[in-house]
Nanobody, 120 residues
């Protein structure tokens, strides 16, 4: 089992920045089995959508078109964390942001989410 805990959400004005962090915990075996980890978001009344993901060695980063050039995902395997630096935030970025981890074995884990609100 893998537990994911997000932090860093909050209220920010449009054009501002926030940094989200996700800490993964569990057994050494379960943590070492994480392949892709990243962030999704879901606004009220909308489907959950991918924001950014990163593979274990950081060789592949995947971003939603809507955040390319503004958001940067990074991963620290020694600390078992994944961060999302969000710059030039827009009101349409307002959402609950969820950390997601997928293992080599096909298991899929979610955090409880952190709310990001971007005001005009």
């Amino acid at each position: 089992q893998v537990q994911l805990v997000e932090s860093g959400g909050g209220l920010v004005q449009a054009g501002g920045s926030l940094r989200l962090s996700c800490a993964a915990s569990g057994t050494t075996l379960s943590i070492s089995g994480i392949n892709t980890i990243g962030w999704y978001r879901q606004a009220p009344g909308k489907q959950r959508e991918l924001v950014a993901t990163i593979t274990r060695l950081g060789s592949t980063r995947n971003y939603a078109d809507s955040v390319k050039g503004r958001f940067t995902i990074s991963r620290d395997n020694a600390k078992n964390t994944v961060d999302l630096q969000m710059n030039s935030l827009k009101p349409e970025d307002t959402s609950n942001y969820y950390c997601n981890a997928r293992t080599y074995g096909g298991s899929n884990y979610w955090g409880k989410g952190t709310l990001v609100t971007v005001s005009l």
